[in-house]
């Protein structure tokens, strides 16, 4: 069975750093992409970041380059998102997704995500 869980948000006072974590478990094999995404009140979802666990590829959103990066831990079966310089706009829950390596899409679209983890909350004040 495919788990994702996610850890680390709380709350941070803009201009400060979080750095969360994606514990993966359950998958068949390393052809995949592991993403994170948010969603904040009142707003669609969107993509973050992700990266391509064959080839290690990323991609980031044009609102969080140069602040965040996606670093990962084979060996824990974990993917990080490291988020600095954060801004109340990043307020948000933070989820981590993954395609199964069946994306057609780089970055993968959103409905291409088929499993997701249960979320966990940033807060970041002014």
């Known amino acids: 069975e495919v788990q994702l869980v996610e850890s680390g948000g709380g709350l941070v006072q803009a201009g400060g750093s979080l750095r969360l974590s994606c514990s993966t478990s359950?998958?068949?094999?390393?052809?995949?992409?592991i993403g994170w995404l948010r969603q904040a009140p009142g707003k669609a979802r969107e993509g973050v970041s992700c990266i391509s666990m064959i080839d290690r590829s990323t991609y980031y959103a044009d609102s969080v380059k140069g602040r965040f990066t996606i670093p990962s831990n084979a060996a824990k079966n974990t993917v990080y998102l490291q988020m600095n310089s954060l801004k109340p706009e990043d307020t948000a829950t933070y989820y981590c997704?993954?395609?199964?390596?069946?994306?057609?899409?780089?970055?993968?679209?959103?409905?291409?995500?088929?499993?997701w983890g249960q979320g966990t909350p940033v807060i970041v004040s002014s």
């Open positions: 997704a993954t395609d199964l390596g069946r994306s057609h899409s780089w970055p993968p679209e959103l409905r291409e995500y088929g499993y």
């Open positions: 359950g998958f068949a094999s390393d052809a995949h992409v």
